[in-house]
């Protein structure tokens, strides 16, 4: 597609259980970044992948939460044993290196929101 | 570490009033400088940006300034609508890579 896809757009988990997220950035573009967003509130960097490099996972809030991007396209965010502050609206992002054709800015997804019960 | 603050966090204004949010970096590295619009239930979405080798871009009702040597930039919107209501975010980066978001400015515009 031409835009930055996220599935499931909604996703309800019971307290303690599993969920996997998913991002399909923008083809070609070599950066991905996965964000939280609480309601009402900004955007939280979680993690941030860059080609091959090593991603920049300083942002993930506890061992709960990991994210791997294969092949470097789709990306999954995990967060094991789900907790009631988990709930947010998870944003992925991609974007592509400055002197590509393409455009330089971040093009968010449209999110999961993710409700822990 | 890039660290951008943005102010202020939140901004009333009357319809066809001019808005002005500020934000400031502390990376002098950082050389691209993009502002999202946040409607409520949506995505962010870009609504202008700058780059480090101008001072100031403008788009319609729309301008962005620069000031490299203080570290500041502020997104300045006249004839305010009601339809500019919404969150803001400044951001910096290196060449258009690792977003930093300023901490956003929620904007309401009262008829």
């Known amino acids: 597609g031409a835009g930055v896809s996220q599935s499931p757009s909604n996703k309800v988990t019971e307290k303690g259980k599993d969920v996997e997220l998913r991002c399909d950035p923008i083809s070609g573009h070599t950066a991905l970044y996965w964000y939280r967003q609480s309601l009402g509130q900004g955007l939280e960097f979680l993690i941030y992948?860059?080609?091959?490099?090593?991603?920049?996972k300083s942002g993930l809030p506890s061992d709960r939460f990991s994210a791997e991007r294969t092949g470097g396209s789709v990306s999954t965010l995990t967060i094991q044993r789900t907790q009631q502050e988990d709930s947010a609206v998870y944003l992925c992002?991609?974007?592509?290196?400055?002197?590509?054709?393409?455009?330089?800015?971040?093009?968010f997804g449209q999110g999961t929101r993710l409700t822990v019960v | 570490g890039e660290n951008v603050e943005q102010h202020p966090s939140t901004l009333s204004v009357q319809e066809g009033d001019s808005a002005v949010i500020k934000c400031t970096y502390s990376d002098s590295a950082s050389n691209y400088f993009p502002w999202y619009k946040q409607e409520l239930g949506k995505r962010p979405q870009l609504i202008i940006d700058i780059r480090s080798n101008v001072g100031e871009k403008k788009d319609q009702r729309i301008a962005v300034t620069l000031n490299k040597t203080a570290k500041h930039f502020s997104l300045h919107i006249t004839e305010t609508q009601p339809e500019d209501s919404a969150v803001y975010f400044c951001a910096a980066s290196r060449y258009g890579q690792n977003f930093v978001f300023g901490p956003g400015t929620r904007l309401s515009v009262l008829p």
């Open positions: 992002a991609s974007s592509t290196p400055w002197g590509q054709p393409m455009n330089t800015e971040a093009f």
């Open positions: 992948f860059q080609g091959n490099s090593a991603p920049d």
